[in-house]
């Protein structure tokens, strides 16, 4: 069974610094992995993503995430933070091998960047 | 607007009641998911249908908890005799062919009260 764990329940950053949220998956074989980001009261927004390929991934908003398979990590990045960052943060994994595309999905991290 | 979206936005039921929520996808989307968030805690897959078909439940939802997808378009989740632990987010969220994300709708919030 597939699973992912976001060790940190809340990250602190202040404006202009750089921000790293965790994540580790577990997958019986080459993962897909997505970051979501959430709003207060509202759905997910799709952040970024990883299939294959090169193991720096970019995606909206400035963020970046980076695979590691040795670690089984995939941590969320961002150089410079704003105070409009501040929000929900979730990892999510999909084990290729399941058809129907099933998310599995971290417990989340909530990300606050001080003025 | 051509995103996915959810009806009603919030619902207060008294428990015991049966509730009715709507999800209304992308058009070109043959994929439909619907997830179950509580407080504090990652969204939680219920179910999957691929076009009209429902081809995946989890465990989670129980013989109270029904979903439809009429005509492979827009889907209702139904919850009968509604107890205080059903309240949560239920977010819908539908994909296309190939291996990408999903995208959300903004959620039915449920109270039971």
């Known amino acids: 069974a597939q699973s992912v764990a976001q060790p940190e329940d809340q990250v602190n950053v202040a404006e202009g610094n750089p921000l790293t949220v965790k994540c580790t998956y577990s997958?019986?074989?080459?993962?897909?992995l997505f970051w979501y980001v959430q709003y207060p009261n509202r759905g997910l927004q799709f952040l970024l993503k990883y299939i294959t390929g090169d193991n720096l991934v970019k995606g909206s908003y400035g963020f970046e995430a980076e695979f590691n398979k040795s670690q089984t990590s995939f941590h969320l990045k961002k150089p410079s933070a704003l105070v409009s960052d501040s929000a929900l943060y979730f990892c999510?994994?999909?084990?290729?091998?399941?058809?129907?595309?099933?998310?599995?999905f971290g417990g989340g991290t909530r990300l606050m960047v001080k003025p | 607007d051509t995103g996915v979206s959810q009806n009603p936005r919030h619902k207060i039921t008294k428990r015991g009641q049966n509730v009715t929520f709507r999800c209304d996808p992308i058009?070109?989307?043959?994929?439909l998911y619907w997830y179950r968030q509580t407080l504090g805690q990652g969204p939680e897959f219920l179910t999957y249908f691929q076009n009209e078909a429902q081809l995946e439940k989890s465990r989670l939802l129980s013989d109270r908890f029904s979903a439809e997808r009429p005509k492979g378009s827009f889907s209702t989740l139904e919850i009968q005799r509604t107890e205080q632990g059903d309240s949560a987010m239920y977010l819908c969220a539908s994909a296309g062919g190939g291996i990408y994300g999903y995208t959300f709708g903004s959620g039915t919030r449920l109270t039971v009260v």
């Open positions: 997958v019986s074989g080459n993962p897909y």
């Open positions: 999510a994994v999909r084990d290729p091998s399941n058809a129907g595309n099933m998310l599995t």
């Open positions: 058009s070109e989307h043959n994929r």
